[in-house]
C-alpha cells in the first residue's frame, strides 16, 4: 500500500529502464530525474558514456577552460572524470551533476540536500583548479518528457524508480550500476519480463 506521504513527483530519485524497454536509446539506462513536475520530467542517464569516448582533459582545452599543457596538471577529480551520454536531447551542450557543496547564483538549479546541477562554463573551470564540488559527473544531453509522458511510461511498466545515492550518481563503475540500482529495490534481474507490462 502506497504511503500517503508519498510525493507525487520523482525528482532527485532514478529511474531504472525496464528490460523490455523497446527504445534502444534507453536499453539498461539509469536515469537522475533532476526536474519532474505537471509540465515534464528532466533527467541525465547515469550510466553511458558519450560516443564515440571524449577525454574529458582534452574537452576542457577545446572549450577554452584550460591551454592544452595544463592537462597533467588537472586535479584529482578532473583527472578521473569521464563524459557521459546525458541523453538524445541537446546532445551538444554540458550538463553537471554534482554535489551540493558547490554553487553558483542563478546558474546551479539545488535538486536535493545532496545533488545539484549546473550548466555553465564555470563550473568547468572550478573542477580544473580545484575548486569545484567534491563529486561531478559531466554529460552532454539530457532526456526529456513532456506533460504526463513519463506517468504514461511509468503506469506501463517502463520504468521502475529507486532513491538516489551517491555511488549510483557519482561512481565510475557504470557496468554494474544498472544491477545495483535493482539490487537496491530488491529486485534480482533474472526475475524480470522482458516484455514490459507482463508479469
Known amino acids: ?3 500517503a506521504n508519498r510525493r507525487e513527483y520523482l525528482d532527485g530519485q532514478i529511474l531504472i529502464a525496464m528490460p523490455g524497454m523497446d527504445d534502444q536509446r534507453f536499453s539498461r539506462a539509469l536515469v537522475y530525474l533532476c526536474a519532474h513536475s505537471s509540465e515534464g520530467a528532466m533527467g541525465i542517464i547515469l550510466n553511458q558514456l ?3 569516448p571524449v577525454n574529458f582533459g582534452e574537452l576542457l582545452v577545446q572549450l577554452d ?7 597533467i596538471r588537472l586535479p584529482a577529480l578532473a583527472r578521473r572524470m569521464r563524459v557521459h551520454h546525458g541523453g538524445p536531447v541537446e546532445s551538444g551542450r554540458g550538463f553537471v551533476l554534482h554535489s551540493a557543496d558547490y554553487f553558483i547564483e542563478n546558474a546551479t538549479l539545488t535538486i536535493d540536500d545532496a545533488v545539484s546541477l549546473t550548466t555553465t562554463l564555470e563550473i568547468l573551470k572550478a573542477i580544473a583548479e ?4 567534491s563529486d561531478a559527473m559531466l554529460a552532454l544531453g539530457y532526456a526529456g518528457w513532456q506533460p504526463g509522458q513519463l506517468e504514461t511510461e511509468i503506469q506501463s511498466n517502463v520504468w521502475l524508480n529507486c532513491e538516489a545515492d551517491a555511488d549510483l550518481i557519482f ?16 529486485i534480482n534481474i533474472g526475475m524480470l519480463s522482458r516484455e514490459a507490462g507482463h508479469a
Not at 577552460?65 to 592537462?71: E, H, M, N, T
Not at 580545484?130 to 564540488?133: C, F, K, N, T, V
Not at 561512481?171 to 530488491?186: M, Q
Open 1 to 3: 500500500m502506497a504511503s
Open 50 to 52: 558519450a560516443p564515440p
Open 65 to 71: 577552460v584550460i591551454p592544452a599543457a595544463d592537462q
Open 130 to 133: 580545484g575548486r569545484g564540488p
Open 171 to 186: 561512481d565510475l563503475d557504470l557496468e554494474t550500476k544498472y544491477d545495483r540500482a535493482l539490487r537496491k529495490i530488491g
